[in-house]
């Protein structure tokens, strides 16, 4: 079973261009998080989704950044016109469909630098 | 709002002894409470949940205790060893929302051989 997939693990984006981050989650789940990283400072929630659905973005910045988990196909975190503070690691995790099965499981990242 | 406390500095043993990391939280009392494992440049791994109801977990050298009471949570790993060092990170689910999970910032471990 293979596990979160995260792509692509590292990102560079000119100030004023488009980032778009995917995740594909392990087979069997359907709750999909997105968080953000910055070097010493601790995951931050970003925004939850299950298929076709977001369930709590509260974590997401107004402007600029989107997530999507469309029926078929990977879930996109996109972030639009980035700037420098958008550099960071964005993680994403996903939960079994089971009641209960509340553990999450994490992609390796994709690591976005704005130059 | 839910805050969650770690020890930030970090925690030096050595080889063989048992670590015992902490974590307490503040406000309402969570479900659950998770414990993950984190390596430099990588994703967070899942270590062991322990729901509110149940004081204990263990899992091969892991224990976990949850006292509610407290609002604290203990994270041991007995007969450690060089490879379980890492940075631990202890998480609470959201009222109302138990999917959604609050991180604290970890606490580095590193076991010295």
């Known amino acids: 079973n293979a596990g979160v997939m995260q792509n692509p693990r590292h990102l560079v984006r000119r100030r004023g261009q488009e980032a778009r981050l995917r995740c594909s989650p392990m087979?069997?789940?359907?709750?999909v998080y997105w968080y953000r990283q910055l070097p010493e400072e601790g995951l931050k929630f970003m925004v939850y989704?299950?298929?076709?659905?977001?369930?709590?973005e509260s974590g997401m910045p107004k402007e600029r950044f989107s997530a999507e988990f469309p029926k078929e196909g990977p879930s996109i975190l996109r972030i639009q016109q980035v700037v420098r503070g958008d550099s960071a690691a964005y993680f994403c995790?996903?939960?079994?469909?089971?009641?209960?099965?509340?553990?999450?499981?994490f992609g390796p990242g994709t690591r976005l630098t704005v130059t | 709002s839910q805050k969650i406390e770690q020890n930030s500095e970090a925690l030096n043993i050595q080889e063989g002894k048992t670590a015992t990391l902490t974590c307490n939280y503040t406000?309402?009392?969570?479900?659950?409470l998770q414990w993950y494992r984190q390596d430099p440049g990588r994703g967070p791994v899942f270590l062991l949940l322990?729901?509110?109801n149940e004081k204990e977990k263990r899992k091969e050298r892991l224990k976990v205790t949850f006292d509610t009471t407290l609002k604290q949570s203990l994270f041991h790993i007995t007969a450690s060893q060089p490879a379980d060092s890492a940075t631990y990170l202890c998480?609470?689910?959201?009222?109302?929302?138990?999917?959604?999970?609050?991180w604290g910032l970890g606490t580095s471990l590193a076991v010295n051989p």
């Open positions: 322990i729901r509110e």
């Open positions: 995790a996903s939960s079994p469909d089971l009641a209960g099965g509340y553990e999450q499981y």
């Open positions: 087979k069997g789940h359907s709750h």
């Open positions: 406000n309402y009392s969570p479900a659950y």
């Open positions: 998480a609470l689910d959201y009222a109302g929302n138990n999917r959604k999970l609050i």
């Open positions: 989704l299950q298929k076709e659905n977001i369930i709590d």
